[in-house]
């Protein structure tokens, strides 16, 4: 194996986590409000249960094939020249692209709410820079660096908390008041992309301490975070109603900006900086080693950590020219372009070719038949 460490399965579940939460609590909730209005929360819990799926159907497929990554049984499953290009496909249109996709969200945030005058690509190098140690160093400090972003994730928890004396019931109702249940659909879809990002543990499972456990860490890093996004979204509308929600980039954001409690703990905005740092680094960190890993696996080398620099360049630089002028650009081309097509190729319908295909042709089957008459 190219990566030599093992991770335990609450370090793949909170590595999930990261992966996951970072972006989409910040993005989903304008975007689903938008759709749904008040009933967005319908949305996000249908969006659970399409991540759930995913993630079943993820889990499954790498079963048949234990040891080995994604872009290991592709070649297996379709033969080596499809396999590879399915490999590079996942290389290039996923692992890069959103990496790099999530880098530009980084900077952009940063420049949006912290540093309006500093130059995004600052930002995209530093966290470039801080993902590139991690993923140089393996996948076990990757995730020993992660640990210091869920006891942010529960002081996050705790704010959310803090803001139910500023709630209006009221701003539920009335229910399906968008429309019935096309409405609440439409607006699950983006939602669903995040969710679906659990398709990654395709690339991590071969190094789980506990490959047959994988199955509760990937139902398990789906539940939590549709629970945590669906949170966000009832504290956008109950705060702010649907209308507000919709209108602003980041609600959660705001709505943070305006706990106040005895005029004495206020401006507790910095948790949702620190939660998106952090959560920013290592969610990079986990498209950067899915994106070095599987291109050394690709290309038969025997260490992946050449490629690091290279990948962290392409990185940068493909950040620097994606999603337009301005955040809005950004927003829009994430929602109508980036959202279907990840979601409908890289986290549904290539997973669904290859499990079909695997069952069809028998692929992985002897081999783990063997393994339980040993």
């Known amino acids: 194996m190219l990566e030599q460490g093992k991770i335990e399965g609450r370090q793949a579940i909170a590595l999930m986590l990261s992966l996951i939460l970072p972006t989409a ?6 975007v689903v409000v938008s759709g749904a209005r008040q009933d967005a929360w319908l949305s996000l819990l249908t969006a659970t249960l399409l991540g759930l799926a995913i993630a079943w159907l993820v889990v499954s497929l790498s079963q048949r094939f234990p040891g080995k990554t994604l872009c290991e049984y592709a070649e297996d499953v379709l033969g080596k020249v499809l396999g590879k290009i399915v490999c590079l496909s996942y290389i290039w249109l996923f692992f890069l692209y959103a990496g790099s996709g999530a880098v530009r969200e980084f900077s952009y945030f940063l420049v949006s709410v912290l540093m309006p005058e500093t130059p995004m690509v600052v930002f995209s190098i530093s966290v470039v820079t801080v993902a590139a140690y991690a993923v140089r160093n393996g996948l076990e400090v990757l995730c020993r660096f992660n640990w210091l972003f869920i006891p942010v994730t529960g002081l996050l928890v705790i704010v959310f908390m803090l803001s139910t004396l500023d709630m209006q019931p009221a ?13 609440v659909l439409k607006s699950s879809v983006a939602p669903s992309m995040w969710l679906g990002e659990i398709v990654l543990l395709a690339m991590l499972i071969p190094y789980l301490n506990k490959p047959q456990g994988a199955r ?21 509308i109950l705060i702010f109603g649907p209308n507000y929600t919709s209108n602003w980039m980041f609600p959660i954001y705001n709505v943070i900006r305006i706990i106040s409690i005895a005029n004495f703990l206020e401006r507790l905005e910095s948790v949702v900086v620190v939660f998106w740092v952090l959560g920013g680094i290592v969610k990079i960190g986990v498209f950067y080693y899915a994106a070095v890993l599987g291109s050394a696996q690709c290309l038969g080398l025997r260490d992946y950590r050449p490629l690091v620099l290279p990948v962290g360049v392409l990185l940068v630089t493909f950040a620097k020219f994606l999603h337009g002028q301005n955040i809005t650009d950004m927003l829009y081309y994430i929602v109508h372009v980036q959202v279907p097509f990840m979601l409908l190729v890289f986290e549904v319908g290539l997973p669904l070719l290859l499990l079909s295909v695997a069952l069809v042709r028998g692929k992985g089957r002897r081999y783990k038949a063997n393994k339980n008459n040993a």
């Open 171 to 183: 701003n539920l109702l009335p229910v399906f008041d968008a429309g019935f249940l096309l409405p």
């Open 25 to 30: 609590i910040l993005v989903v909730p304008a």
């Open 216 to 236: 509760r860490v990937a139902m398990l890093s789906v539940l939590l975070s549709g629970v945590l996004l669906t949170v966000s979204v009832l504290e956008a």
